[in-house]
């Protein structure tokens, strides 16, 4: 079958570091994907994992554990416009395909 | 660059009616995928293209359809609404099996 699992909400404070956890079970992978979403609002790219490590772009960075099937978003310097839904998407490997299978997302609320 | 534009915004159909949605994709990218958003099952994929050809589909009725057009503008169609089909419909372009960039999306309101 096919699962991914987040957090279905968190809150932090405006400044701090916050780390988004998201793993998946899923017939094939390749590759992992973190979007940003804001409430009415397309979802945005953030980052992209196929290798097991840490991808860095910013403040935000991104981790991948494929034996566990487990990856990380992590936030850091967190400002009030970082609130938004985060969506961890998994692509499917088996050919040429573009399909992703997303997590429900997680909801960030960042306080003052 | 023009970013992904889907037509129209916001749209409001009747039961048994059928609707298509227009999505234009990031010039030069072949690759459009539909997604259906809803509040209680997230987003879920209906159908990809790439070069005129459906490459994938996900787990929808048959009453739900696309097709792309070669110059990579995508409509999808659903036929027979029903109250579920409300949604925010999405969709995705790629130049091919890398990061897929949203559109707006449209609003889908079925009374």
């Known amino acids: 079958g096919q699962n991914i699992d987040q957090p279905t909400e968190m809150t932090a404070t405006e400044g701090a570091i916050v780390q988004i956890n998201c793993t998946y079970q899923?017939?094939?992978?390749?590759?992992l994907f973190w979007y940003q979403q804001h409430a009415g609002e397309a979802p945005t790219f953030l980052s992209y994992?196929?290798?097991?490590g840490l991808e860095e772009k910013g403040r935000f960075s991104s981790f991948l554990s494929r034996s566990k099937g487990y990856s990380y978003l992590l936030l850091k310097e967190l400002q009030m416009k970082d609130s938004a839904s985060y969506l961890c998407?998994?692509?499917?490997?088996?050919?040429?395909?573009?399909?992703?299978?997303f997590g429900t997302g997680t909801l960030l609320a960042v306080q003052p | 660059k023009a970013g992904v534009t889907q037509t129209p915004r916001y749209l409001i159909k009747t039961r048994g009616q059928q609707v298509t949605l227009s999505c234009s994709p990031i010039?030069?990218?072949?690759?459009v995928s539909w997604y259906q958003q809803t509040p209680g099952q997230g987003l879920q994929f209906l159908f990809e293209y790439f070069s005129e050809t459906q490459r994938n589909k996900g787990n929808f009725p048959g009453r739900f359809s696309g097709r792309q057009f070669s110059n990579s503008r995508s409509e999808m169609n659903v036929s027979t609404l029903e109250l579920g089909d409300s949604a925010l419909y999405l969709c995705?372009?790629?130049?091919?099996?890398?990061?897929?960039?949203f559109g707006p999306g449209t609003r889908l309101t079925v009374l």
């Open positions: 994992n196929v290798l097991d």
């Open positions: 998407a998994v692509r499917e490997y088996g050919g040429a395909t573009n399909k992703l299978i």
């Open positions: 899923t017939s094939g992978f390749n590759g």
């Open positions: 010039s030069g990218h072949r690759s």
């Open positions: 995705a372009s790629s130049s091919g099996g890398d990061t897929q960039y």
